[in-house]
């Protein structure tokens, strides 16, 4: 069965950091991008970072460049987002999506916050 599962939200200070993991199962990790998203109360869906598999390449919001890094360890079957400088505004629920490498790339993959599959995100609160 087809999951990813997201972990390491929780409530961090700002300026403070954390590490998002996304494990996957179910595919063939290595023929598929895998990318972050975000959405806030009342807000879109936001591509955070995106990241391919075959070269590594990765693309990010502009409103999280410098700031947040994305890795993948495809022995693991895992994707990393590595979250530092955190700030108020960083505060939503954080998912991870998997798009097949062959229709897509991480830029379109993140501007279209698209995905063929899904996990249920976790909780990332930025507060003092």
């Known amino acids: 069965q087809l999951q990813l599962v997201e972990s390491g939200g929780g409530l961090v200070q700002p300026g403070g950091s954390l590490r998002l993991s996304c494990a996957a199962s179910g595919f063939t990790f290595d023929d598929y991008i895998i990318g972050w998203f975000r959405q806030a109360p009342g807000n879109e869906r936001e591509g955070v970072g995106c990241?391919?598999?075959?070269?590594?390449?990765?693309y990010y919001a502009d409103s999280v460049k410098g700031r947040f890094t994305i890795s993948r360890d495809n022995a693991k079957n895992t994707v990393y987002l590595e979250m530092n400088r955190l700030k108020p505004e960083d505060t939503s629920v954080y998912y991870c999506a998997a798009a097949p490498l062959r229709f897509t790339t991480v830029q379109s993959m993140c501007d279209m916050t698209y995905g063929d599959y899904w996990g249920q995100g976790t909780q990332v609160t930025v507060s003092s």
């Open positions: 990241i391919s598999s075959s070269d590594r390449s990765t």
